[in-house]
């Protein structure tokens, strides 16, 4: 079986659209089709027209008619709930809700915040780099401003389980085990995050996946006080399920996992990482956040093509549950700062997951501002739990909305065209009425200016300006 390139930058999607598959093996995270959509450029859609009646629209009415149907048959049918389950022992009931455990425990009642390595390292993470951007979140601020999450991505593990069936660490990565680095995170007052794969390996196919082993692995994250799973999507077996649709399959093997993390008895936030199946249309109930788009990448195409991916399922978003169009890419070098500034704004804006994606301990003061922005963070973990929806999108020139707990809007103009324009909106148009004038407080700059109802700015290409519009009486 051929191996994933080791040469830091090559991403496991490229890795897999170079390799199709294997023998009946689900192998990509993501289809040839849509690999080759990202690396284009993304033509702007009108997403307001879509909700109403396009694709988009019709995707989320069918997946929450689908979640209705499926509710509705493991009720009045129990038998259905065993289907698929031969590959975990003690899987023959329908598990219980995992991102409810994580929710009651506090985990996921607003969008997740922390690190992740990937982005920047690839699979070539080690016990040392990763205590060492642990503590760089508290040298720097960043746990401070909320980054509560040091997660380990794909490749910290053998890809040979041990004699008992046990994952086994890399030993020359993580000499000493994952335990030690996980007791060193929480020291810090950190939560620790690890990768898992649903299929028999991870996406570059280096080391071992958890197809069939999802109640010992789950076991073993929770003696290692793991916090968050993120749960990738390849080299399923499909040829064991050869009446079954790929998303249903995924959303069996979803929902396994689901009853293992709540079997292992310790509440751990469940990442489904499989945007390919469409998660957002059969597992809000079962995770507390998943994939919307491809792997993002680390150039502004890339960022606006994850963007237009999650903001049409808006509807789908509250407390422990949330669309995630992938980590940031703040910090990398692909993006300029207002290419930066504006992912900032748009995940904070679409309530994402916030999860840095760069080298904490070397980051410029530029970089560490924009992460640390408190203004727009505010935003991103305002309690209401509501995700910014757009009310204008013609020409590439986008104004979102997003209602806060107190009652103000978070409002994002986004010029996402390469050439310099004024857009301009209103007051009504986002969702306020029933004041005479209205405050603009600049979430970048910090000015407060005043309105009478109209929200106006001149934007550079790629950029944007975040307002907290409130009524003044």
Request: charge should be positive; aromatic fraction near 10%.
């Amino acid at each position: 079986m051929p191996r994933a390139p080791a040469a830091a930058g090559v991403s496991a999607c490229d890795y897999q659209r170079d390799y199709p598959g294997l023998n009946g093996f689900r192998t990509r995270r993501f289809g040839r089709r849509r690999n080759h959509e990202a690396q284009r450029d993304v033509r702007l859609e009108p997403i307001v027209k879509r909700l109403a009646g396009g694709r988009m629209g019709m995707a989320i009415s069918l997946g929450l008619l689908v979640g209705v149907v499926v509710s509705a048959l493991f009720g009045v049918f129990p038998n259905l709930r065993a289907t698929g389950t031969a590959l975990n022992a003690g899987a023959s009931s329908f598990p219980p809700d995992a991102n409810a455990v994580a929710l009651a425990a506090g985990l996921a009642a607003t969008p997740p915040m922390g690190w992740n390595g990937y982005n920047r390292y690839y699979l070539h993470v080690t016990a040392r780099m990763v205590e060492a951007e642990a503590s760089a979140l508290v040298r720097t601020g960043m746990k401070a401003a909320g980054y509560a999450y040091v997660n380990i991505d794909g490749g910290w593990d053998l890809s040979t389980r041990s004699e008992s069936g046990a994952l086994q660490p890399d030993p020359a990565r993580f000499p000493d085990g994952i335990k030690p680095v996980a007791d060193y995170v929480h020291s810090l007052g950190l939560k620790f995050g690890i990768y898992a794969s649903a299929g028999t390996m991870n996406c570059a196919a280096t080391t071992a996946g958890s197809y069939g082993h999802y109640r010992q692995d789950t076991a073993t994250f929770a003696s290692w006080g793991v916090d968050y799973i993120k749960f990738d999507w390849c080299y399923i077996p499909m040829r064991s399920y050869p009446h079954m649709t790929e998303r249903q399959v995924s959303q069996v093997l979803s929902t396994e996992m689901a009853g293992a993390i709540a079997a292992s008895g310790r509440p751990m936030l469940y990442d489904v990482n499989d945007a390919y199946d469409k998660p957002w249309t059969w597992s809000v109930q079962l995770a507390a956040m998943w994939r919307t788009s491809n792997d993002i990448k680390d150039h502004y195409r890339s960022l606006l093509y994850n963007f237009q991916h999650d903001v049409g399922y808006h509807l789908l978003a509250r407390p422990g549950h949330w669309n995630d169009p992938d980590m940031l890419e703040i910090g990398n070098g692909g993006l300029s700062y207002g290419e930066e500034k504006a992912q900032f704004s748009l995940w904070a804006e679409m309530a994402a997951p916030l999860i840095a994606g760069n080298d904490v301990r070397n980051m410029t003061p530029l970089t560490r501002s924009i992460l640390t922005n408190l203004a727009v963070i505010a935003v991103d973990q305002d309690r209401l739990g509501r995700q910014g929806y757009p009310v204008a999108t013609a020409g590439g020139h986008w104004v979102l909305t997003k209602p806060l707990v107190n009652g103000d809007r978070a409002v994002v103009l986004f010029n996402a065209t390469s050439k310099q324009v004024t857009i301009s909106t209103t007051v009504a148009r986002i969702g306020l009425t029933g004041s005479s004038s209205y405050s603009l407080l600049n979430l970048w700059s910090g000015l407060t200016s005043k309105t009478s109802g109209v929200i106006t700015a001149n934007l550079p290409p790629h950029s944007v300006v975040m307002y907290d519009v409130a009524p003044l009486g």
